[in-house]
Nanobody
């Protein structure tokens, strides 16, 4: 089993920045991709970003490209999401996820492990 715990959410003004963290524990293996999804009220869950174990392969949703950066510290089993130039439409609950898939398949896979989510609210 893998446990994921997100942190770093909060309230920020538009054009501001936040960094989310997701700490993994349990049977986390080097073949695990990790990444982020988000879900706003009344909307479907949306892929945000994913990274392979090495951090060398990363993928982003179209709405966050150029503004968000995913990175990971494998020594700490932690993945980060640096969010810059935030917009009110980025307001959502952000979920960390992990599974043994490629980073490119991550958005489309039935992922087994999820965190509890962290709220990000961007005010205009």
């Amino acid at each position: 089993q893998v446990q994921l715990v997100e942190s770093g959410g909060g309230l920020v003004q538009a054009r501001g920045s936040l960094r989310l963290s997701c700490a993994a524990s349990g049977r986390i293996f080097s073949s695990y991709a990790m990444g982020w999804f988000r879900q706003a009220p009344g909307k479907e869950r949306e892929f945000v970003a994913s990274s392979d174990w090495t951090g060398g392969a990363t993928y982003y949703g179209d709405s966050v490209k150029g503004r968000f950066t995913i990175s990971r510290d494998n020594a700490k089993n932690t993945v980060y999401l640096q969010m810059n130039s935030l917009k009110p439409e980025d307001t959502a609950v952000y979920y960390c996820a992990a599974d043994i898939v490629t980073a490119s398949d991550f958005p489309y896979s039935d992922l087994r492990y999820w965190g509890q989510g962290t709220q990000v609210t961007v005010s205009s």
